[in-house]
């Protein structure tokens, strides 16, 4: 290539990088103000006018935002939630939402960031004796596992709590394995920041009503896509029972024995139910329920070689297991409309994830498959592509810090080329690894 042209293209990749990482730290200023810790979490009738644009203007508006056109299947007419939102797991793409920002109580669907923020931190092979202090403060009437005092359990115990149970002992022991509750509560907070998850304020670490407490059917929907990429995450959320610890006890014989007893997922698309099938191609995420949320569901599916990812907030139809039955109606959807609809926003990227290689931590971390093991489409052009708009990304943020920036920058036309090629890059980085699927 001949030197100017190399010149010119290197200008453009180093406009591109420092954009690029405005790009992803700017919806920050683009979010609804926070709530008050003293503000009630009793949902309002309707939305508010003016809710966090991050991700695209269409999702900052109330009502449902989508683009049909010939092709594109009507959306299904009997969802009645409050807030929900169908997107593209890997793409990052939203195809449809309903009041995506509206800030509500998440129940335990928080459970996904506190996952996500504290399963890197402990081997899941760790033991831990509980004491008394371990289970204070857990809320009354509270989803238990069944922890007892003076027993001692593995983290992977704990986890299975947590994801099979929705309990909200296990969280609490593992929020003082990590120095207590107010530490886990500021962690997941600094996590939400990374995320870009700005309509969440955590007051519980649970999901436990809490007065401020709020998250949003976007944010969840971030905590889904980020907990995914790590192999313990995917793990938990996609086992429909397992075998728990139980108190240990003196039997018949006189000898000190402690047994186990069966705990099977909560999530109705995952075990199936009565009036409700197990849904094909689910792979997970979390459900929840309080009183004031009422219920809430993120899932994630697979067909095809296409993963969805769905969140529910808050049916206003009280039927039985109805946020799972809206759920596989807005996935039914999902599967026929992509490919054929045109996003009305995007999923955005954690703040890091401009110049940050792929992790390689022991569970996983964003951007690493955790098991060696390569995403859908492992192969393909995007795949290609993705790694391509990686390399390039990151040289062009090493070569920002020489010094090339003020000369690229009057590079306009070329730049925001560069830059929409950049955001989408970045967010294939984020292709979901082979994902552990439906467990008998």
Known sequence: MPAPQKTVRRS??????????????????????????????????????GMSTVGGARLGRPGTQVELAPGV??????????????????????????????????ASTLKMLFADTLLPKFPRTEKHKVVPSDL????????????????????????????L?????????????????????????????????????VISPDGYDAPGQVSSAYDLTLFARS????????????????????????????????????????????????????????????????TNAGSTFTGVAER?????????????????????????Q?????FLASGKVTPVGELVAPKGAAGAQPGATASGAAGDAGDGTAGPGSGSGDKAAGDGGKQAAVGAAEAAGSGGVG?????????????????????RRWPLPELMRRRR
């Open 12 to 49: 453009l990749l180093v406009a591109s990088a420092a954009l690029l990482t405005v790009s992803l730290t700017a919806p920050a200023a683009l979010a609804a103000p926070k709530p008050s810790p003293s503000a009630s979490v009793t949902p309002s009738a309707t939305p508010p006018a």
């Open 73 to 106: 299947p009507v959306l299904p007419k009997g969802v009645t939630a409050r807030s929900w939102i169908v997107a593209d797991a890997e793409s990052g793409e939203v195809l449809a939402a309903h009041n995506a920002h509206w800030r509500l109580a998440p």
């Open 136 to 163: 204070a403060g857990v809320g009354s009437g509270s989803s238990m596992v069944g922890i007892k005092e003076d027993e001692t359990y593995t983290v992977h115990d704990l986890w299975l709590g947590v994801f």
């Open 165 to 201: 149970r929705s309990g909200n002992d296990a969280v609490h022991v593992l929020s003082a394995m990590n120095g207590g509750v107010e530490a886990t509560v500021e962690a997941m907070n600094r996590h939400a920041e990374e995320l870009q998850a700005l309509d969440t304020e």
């Open 227 to 290: 907990g995914l990429q790590k192999k313990d995450f995917r793990e938990y959320c996609s086992t429909v029972r397992a075998q728990f610890p139980g108190e240990t006890k003196k039997n018949k014989k006189g000898r000190t024995v402690r047994q186990s007893f069966e705990i099977q997922n909560t999530n109705r698309l995952l075990t199936g139910d009565y009036d409700i099938s197990q849904y094909r191609g689910i792979a997970g995420v979390k459900n929840g329920n309080t």
């Open 304 to 328: 095809n070689g296409k993963v969805l990812l769905v969140t529910v907030m808050n049916p206003e139809k009280d039927g039985h297991n109805e946020v799972y039955k809206e759920t596989a």
């Open 330 to 334: 807005l996935l039914d959807w999902g």
């Open 407 to 427: 000369i690229a920058a009057a590079i306009t036309a070329g730049v925001l080329a560069l830059l929409a090629a950049g955001v989408f890059l970045v967010n």
